[in-house]
C-alpha cells in the first residue's frame, strides 16, 4: 500500500483573520495547479483525508480538478493534527485504498520521517508517496515504508 503526503499550499499571512481561515495566497493557488497536474495520472482509486482548514480545502479542491478521488473525507481533527492522531486513524483504517492525506506541518512531517526514518521538513505545496509494499497501513509502523515519489513547484 502507498500513503500519499500532500502539504497544503502557501497560504496568505493573516490579516485579521483566524489561522484557520487563511485561503491560500497566489503562489498556494500555483503550488495546488501544479500538484494537480503532477498526481492527475498518479493517483487512482484513492481514498483523501483532508483537513478542515481553508487553505487545505481549497488545495484539495484545485487539484480535484485533475484527481478523481473515490472518498473525500473533510475532517476538523486533522486541522494542525499531531503525528499520534493521523497515525491512529491510519491504524483504524480497514480501506483496501491508498490513502492520500491533505494536511499541515509538523504532523505531516513527523508522520513521514517515522515511516521512513528520514528526517525531512515538508514544505508548503509538496507531495510525499511512501511506499509500505505488501503491508496495509492497519500493518504499517516505524520504518517500514519508503519514499517512491515527490514533487514541488517552486516558480
Not at 124 to 136: K, R, S
Request: net charge negative; hydrophobic share 35%; aromatic share 10%.
Amino acid at each position: 500500500m502507498k500513503l500519499h503526503l500532500i502539504r497544503h499550499g502557501k497560504a496568505s499571512n493573516y490579516i485579521g483573520e483566524l489561522d484557520f481561515d487563511r485561503p491560500l495566497s497566489e503562489k498556494g493557488i500555483n503550488q495546488a495547479k501544479a500538484l494537480g497536474n503532477f498526481l492527475e495520472y498518479k493517483l487512482v482509486n484513492n481514498e483523501v483525508w483532508c483537513s478542515d482548514a481553508v487553505r487545505t480545502s481549497e488545495t484539495l479542491s484545485i487539484i480535484q480538478d485533475h484527481v478523481s478521488f473515490v472518498k473525500t473525507n473533510h475532517r476538523a481533527d486533522f486541522y494542525l493534527a499531531q503525528k499520534e492522531i493521523l497515525l491512529n486513524q491510519l491504524w483504524d483504517n480497514s480501506s483496501t485504498n491508498d490513502v492520500v492525506i491533505v494536511g499541515h506541518n509538523f504532523g505531516l512531517s513527523d508522520l513521514l520521517n517515522y515511516f521512513t526514518d528520514e528526517l525531512i521538513l515538508m514544505q508548503t505545496g509538496e507531495y510525499i508517496c511512501i511506499d509500505f509494499g505488501e503491508l496495509t497501513l492497519r500493518e504499517s509502523s516505524k520504518n517500514t515504508g519508503v519514499i517512491c515519489d515527490q514533487f514541488r513547484f517552486t516558480p
